[in-house]
């Protein structure tokens, strides 16, 4: 089976960093996944790791820890549109052909101007 | 751009109706999967489908069924619908082995 562990809630400023970290034990890992959800809607895809390391992309980046069961989603330069739930989603291998995602209970981060 | 449609956004439905939850997605993916979130439990898989007439069971599937007769469509069936089902309910898709895309959610209650 999956744990995976994230804090509830984080409250940042305009214009700040926020680090969230999510940790995991898994039985099976083949990548991690960062979803954003703003409230009311769908889960939107923000990022994916399978190798350790950060990966960038423009405001946002992800890092991955394999060895630790550790990864954090970086968001810079916040703006008041980044308020919402952030996933952390680990990918396991369920049978050849598909490959399941847990999900951790998600972060809300409130943005204040 | 994927897109992934769910038959209602709201639904209330009374305690032993038979409820179905349809979604249809229009990229030919091989794999979708039902979803339920509540608050403080993040999303919990309830059943997925890596094939046509392909079903396998998620973590919670007890209460629940599904069908898959056609590629771009998987309905979820909820065979006498009760209090502890109302939640939102989330249906994804995706391409062998990468990123699910969502569809926008149904909210049902069940009274």
């Known amino acids: 089976g999956q744990n995976i562990d994230q804090p509830t809630e984080m409250t940042a400023t305009e214009g700040a960093i926020v680090q969230i970290n999510c940790t995991y034990q898994?039985?099976?890992?083949?990548?991690l996944f960062w979803y954003q959800q703003h409230a009311g809607e769908a889960p939107t895809f923000l990022s994916y790791n399978v190798l350790d390391g950060l990966e960038e992309k423009g405001r946002f980046s992800s890092f991955l820890s394999r060895s630790k069961g550790y990864s954090y989603l970086l968001l810079k330069e916040l703006q008041m549109k980044d308020s919402a739930s952030y996933l952390c989603?680990?990918?396991?291998?369920?049978?050849?052909?598909?490959?399941?995602?847990?999900f951790g209970a998600g972060t809300t981060v409130t943005v204040r101007a | 751009d994927v897109k992934v449609t769910q038959s209602s956004r709201y639904l209330v439905k009374r305690t032993g109706e038979k409820v179905f939850l349809e979604c249809v997605q229009d990229?030919?993916?091989?794999?979708m999967f039902w979803y339920r979130q509540d608050p403080g439990l993040g999303l919990r898989l309830i059943y997925f489908s890596y094939d046509v007439k392909m079903k396998e069971k998620g973590d919670i599937p007890e209460g629940y069924s599904v069908s898959r007769e056609k590629k771009e469509r998987f309905s979820l069936i909820l065979e006498s619908a009760s209090t502890n089902q109302t939640s939102m309910y989330l249906c994804?898709?995706?391409?062998?082995?990468?990123?699910?895309?969502f569809g926008p959610g149904t909210r049902l209650t069940v009274l």
């Open positions: 990229m030919d993916h091989e794999n």
């Open positions: 989603a680990v990918k396991g291998r369920a049978l050849d052909n598909d490959y399941k995602l847990s």
């Open positions: 898994t039985s099976g890992f083949n990548g």
């Open positions: 994804a898709s995706s391409p062998q082995g990468n990123e699910q895309f």
